[in-house]
Every structure is written in C-alpha cells, then in structure tokens.
C-alpha cells in the first residue's frame, strides 16, 4: 500500500465493499440495485454515508445547476457507481465535477463490468 495515498486506508475499505458486493451479486443487474447493495453493505461495515446527496452549484452566488452524488461517505470521499466494462471520458469528468464543486479531494469511480470491478480513484488537486 501506498503511504503518499489520500484516504488509503479508507479507499481499500471501500474498493474491498464493492468487492464484497460483486462477489455476492455478480454482473448484470442495475445500477440502483447495485447502488442499494452497496448501501447496505456500507451500513454493515459500519461505514458513516449519505445518499444521493444533491449538490448546489453557484456562480457569484447565482443558482447554476444541481449534480446528485451516488455515495458521500464520511463526509470526505464521493462514490460513483457505474455499470459497464470501460471508463468513459464522461464519467471521470463527472466525477472530477463533483469533485470542484464540493471541494473534496477524493472520488472513486466504479465500474460493475461482465469481469469483476474496476475501479479509479480520481484527485481533485486543487
């Protein structure tokens, strides 16, 4: 393991739950039931989330638009669950996305795919 990792310890956690929950389910279902066995599997672990957190994004104030997050966990790290084999460009961006407006460092990108879970941590340097 990585020490230079932000939240190490926390993201295996986490990846080691999403594990847990292909394991038990396998491929092929959707996103939201994978997002409610997850949830369960959360609140078992005894992991503090919330979610579906809707997520205000303002210009000077001014009302811009609203992103929902799939997992706020412990306040720190966004979780995005996502069914499919491949990453897509649009994915990582919208999680990079909640990731500036929420000013959090920390997301994780899921993917349920016909193989297992992949998975990818993204970094908001800023």
Not at 13 to 22: D, K, S
Not at 40 to 59: A, G, T
């Amino acid at each position: 393991m990585k020490s230079d990792l932000i939240y190490a310890d926390f993201c295996y956690r986490i990846v080691g739950i999403l594990f847990e929950v292909y394991n038990n389910l396998g491929y092929g279902y959707q996103e939201k039931y994978y997002q409610k066995a997850v949830a369960v599997s959360l609140e078992n672990n005894k992991i503090n989330f919330k979610e579906q957190v809707k997520v205000i994004l303002k210009l000077k104030g001014a009302y811009v638009g609203k992103y929902f997050l799939d997992f706020l966990i412990d306040d720190k790290i966004i979780l995005e669950l996502k069914k499919g084999n491949y990453f897509s460009r649009k994915n990582i961006e919208q999680v990079y996305a909640y990731l500036k407006s929420t000013n959090l460092k920390l997301g994780i990108l899921a993917n349920f795919t016909s193989t297992g879970i992949k998975f990818k941590r993204i970094v908001n340097i800023k």
